[in-house]
C-alpha cells in the first residue's frame, strides 16, 4: 500500500515562507475548515479572520501555514514556527522539476529563467551545475528566503 506524504519546513515566519512556495510550486493556501470561499478570496485573510474567531491572540496567527496541490497530486507542504534560525545545510531538500524533458542548453536557459523569476520572489542562487553527460543533466541550487536549499532540475 502506498503513503501520501506531507513535507514539514522550519520556519520563522510560516505565512511568508509558504507563499514563496505557493509561487515557485503553483500550489495555493487552503481555506479554513468548514469556510466556503467566494471566487477570488484570499485564504490568508481568512484565516486571520477564522483564528480571531476562535480566540487565537494575533501573536499566535503565524504559528502555521500550508499549502496545497490543486490538482491533488503533489505533496502537501506545512509549515511551522521554530525559534531558531536554519543553521546547516539540509540533509533533504526539493528538487523544483521545471526542465525534465530538456537537455543541453536549452534545459539550462529554461532553469536560468526560472531561476531569475525565483530570485524575484526572495531565493537565493547559491551555484549552477553544468551538465555532464551521461550522468549530469545540469541543475541550479538555490535557497528560499529561509535559506532552505533546493534545486532547480
Not at 537565493?124 to 528566503?145: C, N, Q, S, W
Request: aromatic share 8%; proline share 10%; with cysteine.
Amino acid at each position: 500500500m502506498s503513503r501520501n506524504i506531507q513535507v514539514t519546513f522550519d520556519a520563522r515566519d510560516p505565512k511568508g515562507l509558504s507563499s514563496f512556495w505557493r509561487e515557485v510550486l503553483g500550489y495555493v493556501h487552503p481555506g479554513p475548515p468548514g469556510v466556503d470561499l467566494p471566487e477570488g478570496a484570499d485564504p490568508l485573510a481568512d484565516w486571520d479572520d477564522f483564528l480571531a474567531e476562535l480566540g487565537v491572540p494575533p501573536e499566535q496567527r503565524n504559528t502555521r501555514s500550508a499549502i496545497e496541490d490543486p490538482e491533488g497530486s503533489g505533496p502537501r507542504l506545512f509549515f511551522q514556527q521554530v525559534p531558531e534560525d536554519k543553521v546547516v545545510k539540509n540533509r533533504v531538500h526539493l528538487d523544483v522539476r521545471v526542465a525534465p524533458d530538456l537537455q543541453g542548453e536549452e534545459r539550462m536557459t529554461a532553469l536560468e529563467a526560472e531561476c531569475d523569476r525565483l530570485l524575484a520572489l526572495g531565493a537565493t542562487r547559491l551555484r549552477r551545475v553544468e551538465p555532464e553527460p551521461p550522468f549530469e543533466a545540469g541543475f541550479i541550487v538555490m535557497a528560499d528566503p529561509e535559506g532552505n536549499e533546493f534545486c532547480l532540475d
